[in-house]
């Protein structure tokens, strides 16, 4: 099984600051990694997959970069409604696994 | 409009039985796989079966396999998982997801409560 993980586990930000999350695979996943966001009592939403494509409606802010072990999501400039948790996904091998989250909260 | 009507969730002893259930709508069902997805209380996300859009091939997660068994209807729309042998660290949400086309997840339902306790 692959392990991913994500840091920091807490990001502490204000709003207009570069946010910079990591996710890092125990083995290579190649580009098969996707990123979510989940809002408090909100369901996960899809932002990127394939390490670096913009999933349907996802603002330009937040991209995606990476591959093999090493990835990152970057938010340009945070917003308020990017507050949330944050969290990794691989697709190259089952079983499918996530990482742990990383929490963007307000400084 | 999308949606997932997940049900069947609920409070039951260990080693017990639950089978969710999940109504799709508002798309195509039988063209994509579907997968569930849960989330213990206050914790990260886990991934749990998968099935393919035909209902041919299924996968499971090591704490899944042999105790779950994900099956679908499509003349009905519908997803399901029978949970057998029920463990307390099954208590979760449990989401009805749809597959992307390529094992991302770009549709979620609201998710059901399973509460596994004596």
């Known amino acids: 099984e692959i392990v991913l993980t994500q840091s920091p586990a807490t990001l502490s930000l204000s709003p207009g600051e570069r946010a910079t999350l990591s996710c890092r695979a125990s083995?290579?996943?190649?580009?098969?990694l996707a990123w979510y966001q989940q809002k408090p009592g909100q369901v996960p939403r899809l932002l990127i997959y394939?390490?670096?494509n913009r999933a349907t409606g996802i603002p330009a802010r937040f991209s995606g970069s990476g591959s093999g072990t090493d990835f990152t999501l970057t938010i340009s400039s945070l917003e308020p409604e990017d507050f949330a948790v944050y969290y990794c996904q691989h697709r190259i091998n089952w079983p499918l696994t996530f990482g742990g989250g990383t929490r963007v909260e307000i400084k | 409009e999308v949606q997932f009507l997940e049900s069947g969730g609920g409070l039951v002893q260990p080693g017990g039985s639950l089978r969710l259930s999940c109504a799709a709508s508002g798309f195509t069902f039988s063209n994509y796989a579907m997968s569930w997805v849960r989330q213990a209380p206050g914790k990260g996300l886990e991934w749990v079966s998968a099935i393919l859009d035909n209902g041919v091939g299924t996968t499971y997660a090591a704490s899944a396999k042999d105790r779950f068994t994900i099956s679908r209807d499509n003349s009905k729309n519908t997803l399901y998982l029978q949970m057998n042998s029920l463990r307390v660290e099954d208590t979760a949400l449990y989401y009805c997801?749809?597959?992307?086309?390529?094992?991302?997840?770009?549709?979620w339902g609201r998710g059901t409560l399973v509460t596994v306790s004596s």
């Open positions: 083995q290579s996943v190649s580009s098969f």
């Open positions: 997801v749809k597959d992307m086309r390529n094992w991302y997840f770009d549709l």
């Open positions: 394939d390490a670096s």
